[in-house]
């Protein structure tokens, strides 16, 4: 339905996806954005406020303000969004599991701002059937969660008719592994999920349904296969609208528009030679704006030295001026579709569409959505993609520059710097958001909350909406912490299946990795049993990607693995090492919050007497952190440029013979 | 100073309970190297010696895959501990029988407080070369037994496994899927060992759960083949915790049923589990020259001895006896 006139086209929404250290932080670094250019705020929350825990619970220390902004309470909301208007901004917030939580406190904030909630604009991603499959920032079951997003489509339809009450991510299945053809078919049955969940709610008439299908929008990733991708955003459209035309009879074709935002790439971003990451950044921007029918709404860009560790404010910068270029200097914008009447785009667009209706009619069969996340199809569908993806990565068959071709380099001067080229988080900032939260608890009216937190329970238990106890939480001084509480009392917590196919099916094959096994097999019989390993995954970060195709790979150098999915205590991570009798450990974590955990996990293996067990570990990790990780008994350390696999296995072979002093390779 | 671990001082601390003990002495039951195999015959002598055989329950669960065994066990877990008792977990995955490699994944599902110390979760893979469970899981069971009240063995599969468990657990059950009618039709046309305990996991599916229910008790319920036991058919949702308690109550009733003759029971599962190695060791001509099973069984029925010091000697005996053949 685009318009093929040449009135020129209105610029995306420009937005940086961030949020760091604290509600004030944040609030200045937001500020700073707008008055650069920036036209909408995208809110990156903090990993404890994404999966319901107060900053002083022991599961959130040492990510208290690390990957976003904690918010407590109606306190730092506040904060967050001192002297931004809200009734005249546009605010997208990553936020799922808790998502009806900071949606209230988002509603409690503006009413004290004086504005009118129902005036409210902006997004809440509400998508926690990805969570499952990839992030990991889920809580409940499947079934409640399920509840919870229907609540709030229900709510804001009702009473804040331009909220964008869901945003169903197909990003993360990308990043998870994920085809053009999964990414399609996957965020397509999720949105048919939700939408019939709503449906079959009773909570929205049937007169009004068409509104409700009308405010699903979408949240997409897009690679550098550029061309590929402006193909897949465009089959996108096209079966968006033939499923809200034919599954929900939606007559008006406005509200049966594909609407999307845009985060491009992060897992092809580089650590080795970070400055190319700008031009993968700039060509995957063309992927979602080349073709008018099928452009984004909204786009935030990642930095250019993600991979590196947190971007400084200078590198968002950079960031948003590409978004600038593109929309105010070159000429796209002054066109009709480029593409329309291609038959090369016309004949890609139809394959994919091929491929989608094919997998969303399997899932389907098999139950839906939900169904097929509970069961682990999808799960599995998505590692054995991603295993494909590195396998192709590993033997040359996909070519990244400056990793696994063209590696020659000279010294970049970006990187030389005294900071490293990354930000560095205030370390005092999780101590003052504890203290600052024990002093908003003191000073609030306890009956208040009490009478708050039964409404909510009796609403949790029953059908009514979960939002107005919600936003009375949020008025009376509710936690974070607390109102989740509540709910997983009601609802209780869920493990997800981690999508690893424990069939015994070994895969992998190639000299590399038959030296391995055979070494691997070799230091089993020097030791007098197979070589056992366990890939932990401590903290709160859900990025499970990494530790699986670990324990994958691990499993087929002939390891045996023992992999327990995510969000881990030490004190978990260090029994299982024990009861499991394991030769090596090795840990995955991405949040930045490393050297806490690694501590941490240090003294609960030295209480047990394992302080002598190696560990390695993986992830995000800056090398000034990595000579302390070293220094402190770390036996090795593997960051995102460690591409080879086989590799990493030889190196956890060579570490157990060292603890077992057996001689090692050559 | 690290802890002692010779086979006497092991065997104590294992039985005073220490977890540190008993992740030690699993680990050493798992080493083959020869010393290895002649400390873990002493410390399985001492605890035999202890009647560790005469204590505790075993018992197996198995079923086909995707079936919830391992909720259903995280659920029965916190059942035991509520009652006060002392848990251990042995649970089999398989392996791959070309790499070796194996992804143990039944941790992931079964939640224990990491406060909690009466729990212990030791995981195993098949390592194809005994049939459906590693050779490692009766001398495991021993030392598992001897630090807890339960023991549960846990595998997935039909076919193979459920016979090897069979001849292991003091109690077996089968979790049985609604809906899926293959083990049902396996365990009604007798392919199946008929287990103790049958349960019908995910009674939340409604209507199929019920049916696949009067379907087993149909065909299934009655006295079973031991004698003196009618076949509990049971219903439970792990998800939802209902029927745990009942399912907790009839193995508790079956550990009663079976007092009398539980040693007996388990000196003769031994022997099946030494004939069982002999004859992948050996094949039937080596278990010939021991005058075959019949007599091997009867033989050693009457033995007091470690299940790896007779492992050994009966290796020695056949190979001298196939050397003299020559």
Known sequence: MSEQGTERDRPWLMRTYSGHSSARASNELYRT?????????????????????????????????????????????????????????????????????????????????????????????????????????????????????????????????????????????QEAGATPTQELAYALSTAIEILDAVR??????????????????????????????????????????????????????????????????????????????????????LGVTLSRGARARAIQLPAWNEALGLPRPWDQQWALRMQQVLAFETDLLEYGDLLDGSPVVEAKV?????????????????????????????????????????????????????????????????????????????EGAEREQVAALERFRAQRNQGEVDAALA??????????????????????????????????????????????????????????????????????????????LLIGKPGLDGHSNGAEQIAVKARDAGFEVVYEGIRLTPAQIARAAQEEGVHLIGLS?????????????????????????????????????????????????????????????????????????????? | MPPDTAPATLAQRLLAGERGALAEALNQLDDQRSAAIERSGALLAALLADGVLSRGHLIGITGPPGVGKSTLSSALIATWRRRGLRVGVLAVDPSSPVTGGALLGDRLRMQVDPADDGVFI????????????????????????????????????????????????????????????????????????????????????????????????????????????????LLASASRGEGIEALADAFAAHREQIAPDLEARRRRHQAHWLEKRLLADFGQRGLDRLGGSEALLARLNAKTADPLSEYRALCAEITNALQQDQ
């Open chain 1, 200 to 285: 079959d709610s009773g909570q929205v008439g049937e007169e009004r349904f068409e509104e409700v299908v009308g405010r699903i929008s979408f949240f997409v990733n897009a690679g550098i296969r550029f061309v590929e991708e402006t193909c897949k955003l465009r089959a996108f459209v096209r079966m968006w609208d033939e499923i809200t035309a034919r599954r929900y009879g939606v007559q008006n074709p406005k509200l049966r528009r594909f609407r999307y935002g845009v985060q491009v790439n992060s897992l092809g971003l580089t650590e080795s030679q970070p400055e190319n990451n700008v031009q993968r950044i700039v060509l995957e921007m």
């Open chain 1, 589 to 666: 974590v991405l949040s930045g919050s490393h050297m806490e955990l690694v501590e941490d996990i240090y003294c609960e293996l030295e209480q047990l007497g394992l302080g002598h067990l190696p560990l390695v570990v993986g992830g995000i990790i800056p090398q000034e952190d990595e000579q302390v990780l070293r220094k402190r008994g770390v036996a090795d350390v593997f960051t995102p440029k460690d591409i080879d696999m086989n590799t990493i296995m030889a190196r956890m072979v060579e570490i157990i013979r060292d603890s077992h002093g057996l001689d090692s390779a050559a």
């Open chain 1, 350 to 426: 139809q394959s994919l569409i091929d491929g989608a209706r094919e997998e969303m009619a399997r899932i389907e069969d098999l139950g839906g959505m939900v169904a097929c996340i509970d069961n682990g199809h999808v799960k599995r569908e998505l590692v054995q993609s991603h295993t494909a993806r590195i396998r192709a990565i590993e033997n040359g068959d996909l070519q990244i520059v400056g990793v696994n071709c063209f590696k020659q380099t000279a010294d970049s001067p970006l990187t030389s710097e005294d900071d490293s080229g990354i930000l560095k988080v205030d």
């Open chain 2, 122 to 233: 030791r995981s195993l893979s098949s390592r194809g070369e005994f049939g459906g469970l590693s050779a490692e899981v009766w001398p495991m069971s021993i030392a598992m037994l001897a630090a807890n009240d339960v023991v549960l063995i846990e595998t997935v599969g039909v076919g193979q496994r459920e016979i090897d468990i069979a001849h292991s657990a003091d109690t077996t059950c089968f979790v049985a899927q609604p809906g899926s009618g293959d083990s049902i039709q396996f365990l009604k046309a007798g392919i199946l060992e008929v287990p103790h305990v049958l349960v019908v996991n995910k009674s939340d599916m409604g209507e199929t759960a019920r049916r696949a229910h009067s379907e087993l008790l149909g065909a299934l319920a009655g006295e079973h083949a031991d004698g003196g036991w009618d076949i509990p058919v």
């Open chain 1, 455 to 532: 409404d909510l329970r009796a609403a949790a238990t029953g059908s009514t909406n979960i939002m107005p106890a919600s936003i009375a939480c949020a008025r009376a001084g509710v936690t974070t912490g607390e109102w989740s509480q509540v709910l997983r009392d009601v609802f209780g917590e869920y493990r997800a299946p981690t999508g690893v196919d424990f069939s015994g099916k070994a895969g992998g094959s190639g000299d590399a990795l038959a030296a391995v096994r055979e070494r691997v097999h070799a230091t089993g019989e020097a030791v007098g049993r197979p070589l056992r």
């Open chain 1, 33 to 173: 954005n707008l008055s650069k250019g920036q036209t909408g705020l995208s809110v990156a929350f903090d990993l404890p406020t994404q999966t319901g825990y107060d900053s002083d619970h022991p599961l959130a220390r040492g990510e208290v303000g690390k990957v976003g902004v904690p918010i407590d309470h109606i306190g730092d909301m506040a904060i967050l969004f001192d002297q931004i208007p809200l009734d005249r901004m546009n605010t997208s917030m990553t936020i799922n599991a808790t998502a009806p939580w900071l949606l209230a406190l988002y509603i409690a904030v503006a009413e004290k701002q004086g504005a009118d909630p129902s005036a409210l604009q902006g997004t809440t991603q509400n998508d926690v059937l990805k969570e499952y499959l990839s992030r990991g920032t889920y809580i409940f079951p499947p079934e409640p969660s399920v509840r919870l997003t229907t609540d709030l489509i229900a709510y804001t339809v009702d009473n804040i008719p331009k909220w964008n009450p869901t945003n169903v991510c197909s990003y993360h299945l």
